[in-house]
């Protein structure tokens, strides 16, 4: 017999862990047509301030097929996704949030083509409908800056809902970077995979746990951990501002000799200097934020530190 472990991250979740236990547990006899599978749940406390780590704990004394990792604090949904990941010892494995935000019925389709031979399933909405049209714009805008600007392409909308085999999920566990960004590491693996489409749901209960600065960061760091670019940007803009400044410097050279030395064009001067200042600082923050990545790979501190786990 096989089976599929669902690993969802949770924080501050307590009015949702019940509801979706119950809704994934009513798709069992719909997965068991398409093979012979059980279903395990691992839920991965990431630091709730509520009561979500009781009611974990609640259902896995219920059902045997319930486990979980508690974490001391909060590391993150990137580090969650991991501990899920590296826990989960079944034939395959799913991530999804715990707001119904990612449909189970899914989890059907998924594990059908699964059976066809792909090794992953990754989701993506269709649309945003009922998001803020601020953060669409942004996270559009993120997808486009990243797929212009880094060799692995992710699809507009996706999802960290997905499914895989042991085989790729262990090509993802293998990534043993810090700074981790799954959509992009799903994406950079390779393989057979099928992308499923569908519309966008709201939240079951309670709110986003992302804020928009938090949002922001993430892109921003998943951007650095894909692309080198911006500093090879950096480099190239460096050259066209070294050529310029050649060329008006024999410009002023030239004009000297033949017209005399007159102090004109202080101002102009002045406001080039700035702008080049400008610009060398903002590289050098370019370059110092790829340095401050590397220290904190060289550290190799845990992502996580666990508090309890059956
Ligand atoms: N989450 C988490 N750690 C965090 C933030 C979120 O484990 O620091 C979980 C959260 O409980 C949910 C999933 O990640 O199951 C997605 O979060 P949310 O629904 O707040 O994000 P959104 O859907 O608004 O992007
Ligand atoms: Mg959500």
Redesign the pocket.
């Known amino acids: 017999m096989e089976s599929i472990d669902i690993i969802?991250?949770?924080?501050?979740?307590e009015e949702n862990i019940e509801h979706i236990y119950s809704e994934i547990m009513k798709l069992e006899p719909e997965v068991k047509k398409v093979g012979d599978v059980n279903l395990n749940i691992i839920f991965?406390d990431?630091?709730s301030k509520d009561n979500t780590s009781k009611c974990i704990k609640k259902l896995s004394e219920q059902y045997k097929n319930v486990s979980y990792v508690i974490f001391s604090k909060?590391f993150?949904?990137e580090s969650?996704i991991y501990a899920g990941l590296k826990k989960s010892i079944g034939d395959y494995a799913v991530i999804m949030?715990?707001?119904m935000?990612d449909p189970p019925i899914f989890i059907v389709d998924m594990y059908k083509f699964m059976k066809e031979g792909f090794e992953a399933v990754g989701t993506k909405r269709k649309n945003r409908v009922g998001e803020p049209i601020i953060r669409s714009f942004f996270s559009n805008s993120f997808y486009n800056i990243f797929n212009m600007l880094s060799k692995t392409q992710i699809p507009n909308g996706m999802r960290d809902f997905c499914m895989m085999s042991v085989k790729f999920k262990n090509a993802i566990l293998s990534n043993m970077e810090k700074n981790r960004f799954f959509k992009g590491l799903f994406c950079n693996v390779g393989f057979k995979v099928k992308w499923i489409e569908f519309e966008n749901v709201n939240?079951y209960k309670g709110?986003?746990?992302?804020s928009f600065k938090n949002l922001l960061f993430y892109s921003i760091e998943g951007l650095l951990s894909f692309s080198n670019m911006p500093i090879l940007v950096s480099s190239i803009v460096g050259i066209i501002c070294c050529i310029i400044s050649f060329i008006t410097m024999l410009f002023v050279v030239i004009r000297a000799i033949i017209y005399g030395d007159r102090v004109i064009g202080w101002p102009s001067m002045v406001s080039i200097m700035l702008f080049l200042q400008g610009l060398q600082f903002l590289f050098i923050g370019v370059i110092g934020i790829y340095i401050s990545k590397n220290y904190i790979e060289l550290k190799n501190r845990p992502l996580y530190f666990v508090e309890e786990e059956s």
């Open positions: 969802i991250p949770c924080k501050d979740e991965i990431d630091g909060n993150g949904k969650a949030d715990c707001d935000q939240r709110n986003t746990k992302w």
